[in-house]
């Protein structure tokens, strides 16, 4: 770290971070690595994917965190018949016959876009700009969108009728792709006796927009060592089919992960690390952000799915 002022400034992000888990833990109950994940998405500028059947408490917990953040929170329901026009926003005739732009609901700082892979994939493709230039264009004008940005969007399996797989160009726009898992018994348990009764639990504002930003500014500050790199790297280039590719992915892989995946590894490690209460990632930082990062980068073939080989244990494979 570069100055006593950066130290003072990740003891205060640790602080924060401990007390950001305790407002969201008021409101949610268990999913302690999906929390994890979706706030170190947040503080790498990344984007996020959350990954489960209905009823999971995916969108609660994206507007938990976004009550907690104290940002402009916008939702987006997809549904078959939204337009791109109804995420960006449209030019209007106004009264004096001029045209005027009416901004859409992507103008905030948090996005739910909720079931994000029930629309098709035209209606999709509208958030690829704002997810990776932070801006919006439309009807040859260019608009900024404010900072700190985030999309964070939920998905049910594709599995389920009346959905669209989402293009490759734009899962890997999202950092993680994260798993919601059923509760234990004892989380269920817990979330009935919270949610069927007339107490609600009030979730108080821990952070601020431009706290974000100087801590998303941190995150990118963190040393890596060399040794870590390479290995963020080489784990990336061990996904890719080819000559130098481990037996495993030749058998059962139709094409890896590109370098955006290498460059989420090192940043993701370095928030991970931050979180925990270090000043550098090391390689156990990497793996801890390498599943959700990788899993939906690789593409198995037909010869992995008969044989029931899922993505996640190819990746445990590899690691």
């Known amino acids: 770290m ?120 035209k209606t999709q493709a509208a958030l690829l700009e704002a997810m990776q230039e932070k801006s919006v264009t439309t009807a040859g004008h260019h608009y900024k969108l404010d900072e700190p940005f985030f999309v964070l969007a939920t998905q049910n399996p594709i599995e389920q009728e009346g959905t669209y797989p989402l293009p490759e160009a734009q899962l890997d726009r999202f950092m993680f792709n994260v798993w919601v898992d059923y509760p234990t018994f004892e989380e269920e348990l817990n979330v009935v006796k919270n949610t069927t009764s007339n107490i609600s639990q009030k979730v108080n504002k821990v952070i601020s927009g431009e706290q974000i930003v100087a801590y998303q500014n941190l995150v990118r500050k963190i040393p890596v060592t060399d040794t870590v790199m390479e290995y963020a790297v080489r784990l990336t280039a061990k996904t890719r089919p080819g000559e130098n590719a481990p037996e495993l992915v030749n058998k059962y892989l139709n094409w890896g992960a590109g370098p955006r995946a290498s460059q989420y590894l090192v940043i993701g490690a370095k928030c991970h690390a931050l979180v925990n209460g270090k000043f550098s990632p090391d390689i156990e930082d990497v793996k801890a952000v390498a599943k959700p990062i990788l899993r939906h980068r690789i593409v198995r073939n037909y010869k992995a799915e008969s044989e029931g080989f899922s993505v996640d244990k190819i990746i445990e494979e590899l690691l």
Do not use: W
Request: aromatic residues 6%; glycine residues 8%; negative net charge.
């Open 2 to 121: 570069s100055s006593d002022k950066d130290v003072e400034l990740v003891q205060q992000f640790q602080k924060q971070y401990r007390e950001l888990n305790g407002e969201i833990g008021k409101v949610i109950v268990g999913q302690k690595d999906v929390i994890d994940l979706v706030l170190i998405s947040i503080f790498s500028k990344g984007h996020c994917l959350l990954v489960g059947v209905p009823g999971l408490a995916k969108t609660l917990l994206v507007s938990t965190i976004a009550e907690s953040l104290g940002l402009d929170f916008n939702r987006i329901q997809f549904t078959p018949d939204l337009m791109p026009s109804d995420i960006l926003g449209a030019e209007i005739l106004d009264e004096s016959r001029k045209f005027q732009f009416v901004k859409g609901p992507i103008f905030a700082n948090i996005i739910l876009a909720d079931e994000i892979n029930r629309t098709p994939p």
